[in-house]
């Protein structure tokens, strides 16, 4: 769905395929790995620089969630020399922050402390509420209160 992996399916954002044109689904979708891969070399004002230039990210949407991961207090340090939780911070705010139509969250609460977990909740359940379609995958039970959500569970690589 992400467009990462060559698959049979057909999935349409905005009336979309990725197969027809790749460019404009790929301007709607986003992903949040799991275990997020960012250049090790590079600093936190570099990856969001990059973003920022290349369209990736709203930079009033960015700021926004970088403030609210409170990741601004480490963004000049080498991604090196992130712990696993700033990472994902960082990561999380990027694909919060693009403003795309569908987000993809693997495992958004992995490496989260409890405060980044509670402020990730009350973003996602605010970017819904204006229209923002988020799947997002989990091992944990996750609740947003006031969303209205549909869970699948799949057992043996089937929804049960």
């Not at 359940?125 to 699948?152: C, Y």
């Amino acid at each position: 769905m992400a467009g990462l992996n060559p698959h049979d399916g057909e999935v349409l954002i905005e009336g979309i395929t990725i197969k027809k044109d790749r460019i404009q689904y790929c301007k709607h979708i986003r992903y949040a790995e799991a275990d997020p891969t960012l250049p090790a070399f590079l600093t936190g004002d570099e990856i969001v620089k990059f973003y920022l230039e290349t369209g990736a990210c709203r930079k009033d949407l960015l700021d926004k969630f970088l403030e609210l991961f409170e990741v601004k207090s480490y963004i000049g340090q080498i991604i090196g020399t992130f712990s696993s939780g700033m990472l994902k911070k960082l990561s999380l705010a990027l694909v919060l922050g693009s403003g795309a139509n569908v987000l993809l969250l693997d495992e958004p609460l992995i490496t989260l402390d409890t405060a980044a977990t509670a402020l990730l909740l009350k973003a996602i359940e605010e970017l819904t509420l204006q229209g923002t379609t988020i799947i997002l995958t989990s091992h944990q039970d996750v609740e947003i209160p006031g969303l209205k959500a549909q869970q699948l569970l799949i057992e043996n690589q089937m929804i049960a």
